[in-house]
Structures are given as structure tokens and as C-alpha cells.
């Protein structure tokens, strides 16, 4: 039986050292290609090294794919269109406008809330009106009548 205990920790002990020497062996061609200088990035980007490549970003500001070569774009600076700055600036004009317009209302509403607590609290007339009817009117009517009245001095 110990012949064959001995047998199997010596094949898992082989077994181990391979994994082993292959993982090392793995991890020696992982190359950074951003810091050996085999990146073909432009003057413009930033690189990014992964596990397997890389990948070139161009900088704020600048559009492109950020790599140089053949087929390849590079990074360009980005330029605004007159449409896109005249657009841009009448939305934000808008905007605050838009901003402006609710803060009123918001005010205005708050103001108008007070007013009505205030009145009602006191029992005098909220927005004018009176807290209790009006009393009948006495004298001309408010719409016409089809009786004609008497004559002066008749009674």
C-alpha cells in the first residue's frame, strides 16, 4: 500500500510543478505594449493596455480612433460648428429662463398661501373677497327689466 501512496504523491507533485512552470510561462507573454513603446498611439491619446492588446483614447477635445499609421485617424482637434455654439447658447438662455419662470411661480404661490392663512386667521376676506355674502343690493337692478318705470312726480 505504500508503494502506491508513494506512486500518487509523487505524480501530483509532478503534476503541480507543470501547472505551475505553464503559469509561469503564461504570465512571461503578457507584454505592455503602452510601456515598451510597440504601441501606435497618437501624440494625442492616452494608450490603455488589457490583457491581450491595447487600445488608444484620444484626449478631451480631440476626436479619432488615436492611433497613427495607415488606416488609421489619429487624433484631430474638435472644432464647434457656429450652429452647434449659437444652439448651445440659446438653450442654456432658455434654460435659465425656464428656471427664472418656476422660481416666480414658486414665490408668488408661497406668497399667496400666507396672505390667505394670514386673512382667514383674522377673519377678514381672503383674495379680496368678504368672509361673509354680501347683503342684498337695494336701488337699480343690474339687468334690465322689460317694466317701465313711473312717470316723475307719480307715485
Not at 68 to 89: A, D, L, M, N, P
Request: with cysteine; proline share 6%; charged share 15%.
Amino acid at each position: 500500500m505504500e508503494g502506491w501512496a508513494r506512486k500518487i504523491l509523487v505524480l501530483l507533485t509532478v503534476l503541480t510543478l507543470c501547472e505551475v512552470l505553464q503559469f509561469q510561462a503564461a504570465e512571461a507573454q503578457i507584454v505592455n505594449e503602452c510601456r515598451t513603446g510597440r504601441a501606435l498611439c497618437d501624440i494625442n491619446a492616452f494608450c490603455i493596455d488589457t490583457a491581450t492588446s491595447y487600445y488608444c483614447n484620444c484626449k478631451r477635445g480631440y476626436t479619432g480612433d488615436g492611433r497613427y499609421g495607415e488606416g488609421h485617424t489619429g487624433c484631430v482637434k474638435h472644432r464647434f460648428s457656429k450652429w452647434q455654439v449659437v444652439t448651445s447658447i440659446v438653450g442654456s438662455i432658455l434654460g435659465a429662463l425656464l428656471i427664472l419662470y418656476c422660481c416666480i411661480a414658486c414665490i408668488r404661490g408661497s406668497l399667496r398661501a400666507r396672505s390667505r392663512s394670514a386673512m382667514e386667521q383674522q377673519g377678514g376676506p381672503a383674495y379680496g373677497y368678504p368672509a361673509q355674502p354680501y347683503p342684498p343690493q337695494q336701488g337699480i337692478p343690474m339687468y334690465p327689466t322689460n317694466k317701465v318705470p313711473p312717470p316723475a312726480g307719480v307715485v
